[in-house]
């Protein structure tokens, strides 16, 4: 029997090319994404600006920002579409918990 709800984690990496409330508008959008096809287990972990370990677009710093909800199975697939296709993301990974 397949599992009805399962936890999961998106660490995302916003770009830094714009202004603070671009970055700022994009973790509440994404938040809000979350929310609306699942639960967040808890609050949003923003780490802040980091270093990136190599240059990603000419970038050497990026917003690293990570998620941890609880949905259904089909959802961390739709997720990881979206943000590979959102302007401002550098890099973005969903796994199992």
């Known amino acids: 029997m ?7 984690e998106a660490m995302v990496v916003f770009s830094l090319k714009k202004d603070e409330e ?6 509440a959008r994404f938040k809000e994404l979350i929310e609306k096809n699942g639960t967040l287990t808890e609050e949003v972990n923003e780490w802040g600006k980091r270093k990136l370990a190599y240059p990603i677009h000419y970038e050497t710093e ?8 609880t949905s259904k199975p089909d959802f961390p697939a739709e997720l990881s579409r979206v943000l590979n296709i ?3 993301v550098l890099r973005a ?5």
């Open 2 to 8: 397949a599992k009805l709800n399962e936890n999961y």
């Open 62 to 69: 990026g917003y690293y920002v990570l998620y941890s909800f």
């Open 93 to 97: 990974l969903v796994t199992t918990k």
């Open 86 to 88: 959102t302007d401002g």
């Open 22 to 27: 671009a970055v700022k508008a994009l973790v």
